[in-house]
């Protein structure tokens, strides 16, 4: 946001758009959307994102994502899918202790992510790399 008037700059906010498009774009099939988040957010943000996998029934050896966390600054996302339905929370922490914690529909949780990874993208050259990378995967 700008110190003058409170309105987001420019950059950020084409960043903002391009980046919540592109998480969008495959969440009409959440297995997909899940599958799809999982992966660009591993390969974007290593050692950010925590990405948590099981198999998809009992003595299967397919695996698919049950669960995601990232943590941007104060900021921490999560999100569960099980059984075809996702569970979108954010949280605030403090010195790793939630303060708050919310759960999120689902576009909401997804424009609130790529507002925060954008925003981020401004303050360094690597994070700005983290979020081309996410919009190319």
Not at 27 to 47: M, Q, W, Y
Not at 111 to 137: G, I, V, Y
């Amino acid at each position: 946001m700008s110190e003058v008037d409170g309105s987001a700059r420019p950059a950020e906010e084409a960043s903002f758009d391009l980046l919540a498009g592109s998480l969008r774009a495959s969440s009409g099939d959440l297995d997909t959307f899940v599958e799809v988040l999982g992966a660009k957010l591993e390969r974007a943000l290593p050692g950010r994102a925590k990405v948590e996998r099981g198999s998809l029934r009992r003595w299967s050896k397919e695996r698919r994502v049950k669960r995601i966390e990232l943590e941007l600054g104060a900021t921490r996302y999560l999100l569960v899918a099980e059984g075809g339905v996702v569970d979108a929370r954010r949280a605030r922490a403090v010195r790793g202790i939630v303060l708050k914690s919310e759960t999120l529909p689902l576009e909401t949780w997804i424009d609130a992510l790529a507002r925060d990874l954008a925003a981020e993208a401004q303050t360094s050259e690597q994070a700005m790399s983290s979020l081309e990378q996410l919009l190319r995967a």
